[in-house]
C-alpha cells in the first residue's frame, strides 16, 4: 500500500466549498440513478420471481452492505404485519422481498426509474407496495410514528448533509422502532481513484471529509467516471455514528465488510452497518 504521493497520480486538488454550488446534488444524482438503471448497475437490477416465490414461503434475505445478508437478529421476528420504509432503496431488492415477505412497505427514492423497478416488480409478482419519490432528508410525506423499521442500505454516500437524514428517521418510527443503516468506511475516500481503480494501487491522496465535487477538477471528474456519474461525500463517523446518537437512537449492533470492489478490500473494511432503536 502506497502511504505516499505517487508521481503517476494528479497533484492533490485543494478542497474549495465553493465549488459546491456548481451541482445540485439532489437533482443531479436524481438523473445520475436514472442513468445507472439504463446502465444496468447491480444495485438498479430487480430480483427475480423465484426469489419473491421464496419470500412468500418464508426463505427470504435482504442485502444492507456488500453481498451479505442482513444478521437474522437484526430484523427480529415481528416483520409480518410491520411497516416498513426502505429509504433511498430503489431498485426492486430489498422492498419487494421485504413485501414478500409480510411487510407492509414504502420505497422512497430520489431516482424515478428505481422506484420504477420496485413496481415493475411489485405489478409482476402481485406485491402490495408504495413508492414515493423524494430526498432522504426530507421525509414530510409521513407523519410521526409512522414506521416500525427504516431499511437504509448504502446510500447516503450521495447525501451532502446526514443530520436531517437521522433526526426524519427517529421522527418517522414509532417507539421501539428500528433503523438499520448501512454506509461507507470514510477512509476508503482518502486514496486516489484513478491509481486504485486502473492501476490497482493505494495512493493516499484526499484529506477527509471527501467530496467529488470539492476534491477533484471538473476535467478528472469527466475523465474517471463522466460528469454525469453519481457524486459522491465521505461523510465522517461522527456524522455517521454520532448523527444518530445525537437523532436520540441506540446503537445496539454494529457490523463490517469489505469493499465488494477494488484494492482497499485486501487492507480495510470498506462499509459499515448500525442496528439502532428509538427508545420506548
Request: proline fraction near 9%; charged fraction near 20%; include cysteine.
Amino acid at each position: 500500500m502506497t502511504t505516499q504521493p505517487d508521481p503517476a497520480a494528479p497533484d492533490p486538488v485543494t478542497p474549495d466549498p465553493a465549488n459546491k454550488a456548481e451541482i445540485d446534488p439532489v437533482a443531479h444524482n436524481s438523473a445520475a440513478w436514472d442513468r445507472e438503471v439504463d446502465t444496468g448497475n447491480e444495485w438498479t437490477v430487480p430480483v427475480g420471481p423465484d426469489v419473491i416465490a421464496a419470500a412468500r414461503a418464508g426463505t427470504w434475505s435482504v442485502v444492507l452492505i456488500g453481498y451479505d445478508p442482513v444478521p437474522p437478529d437484526w430484523l427480529g421476528d415481528q416483520l409480518a404485519g410491520a411497516d416498513v420504509l426502505c429509504l433511498a432503496s430503489g431498485g426492486g431488492q430489498q422492498g419487494p422481498v421485504l413485501a414478500a415477505a409480510g411487510a407492509r412497505v414504502t420505497v422512497l427514492d430520489n431516482s424515478p426509474r428505481q422506484l420504477a423497478q420496485d413496481r415493475m416488480v411489485a405489478d409482476r409478482d402481485g406485491l402490495e407496495l408504495v413508492t414515493v419519490l423524494g430526498d432522504m432528508r426530507d421525509l414530510s410525506a409521513f407523519g410521526d410514528g409512522s414506521f416500525d423499521l427504516v431499511f437504509h442500505p448504502v446510500s447516503n454516500v450521495f447525501c451532502p448533509d446526514l443530520a436531517p437524514v437521522w433526526r426524519e428517521c427517529f421522527r418517522v418510527l414509532r417507539p421501539g422502532g428500528v433503523l438499520l443503516a448501512g454506509f461507507m468506511n470514510p477512509d476508503i475516500f482518502i486514496f486516489d481513484a484513478d491509481a486504485a481503480d486502473n492501476r490497482g494501487e493505494l495512493v493516499v491522496r484526499h484529506a477527509l471529509p471527501y467530496s467529488d465535487i470539492t476534491h477533484l477538477s471538473t476535467a478528472e471528474r469527466a475523465r474517471l467516471w463522466g460528469l454525469d456519474s453519481p457524486v459522491e461525500y465521505s461523510h465522517t463517523l461522527g456524522e455517521q455514528i454520532g448523527g444518530q446518537l445525537e437523532a436520540g437512537f441506540v446503537i445496539t449492533g454494529f457490523t463490517e465488510r469489505p469493499h465488494h470492489v477494488g484494492p482497499t478490500a485486501e487492507y480495510m473494511p470498506g462499509y459499515f452497518a448500525t442496528r439502532a432503536v428509538k427508545p420506548a
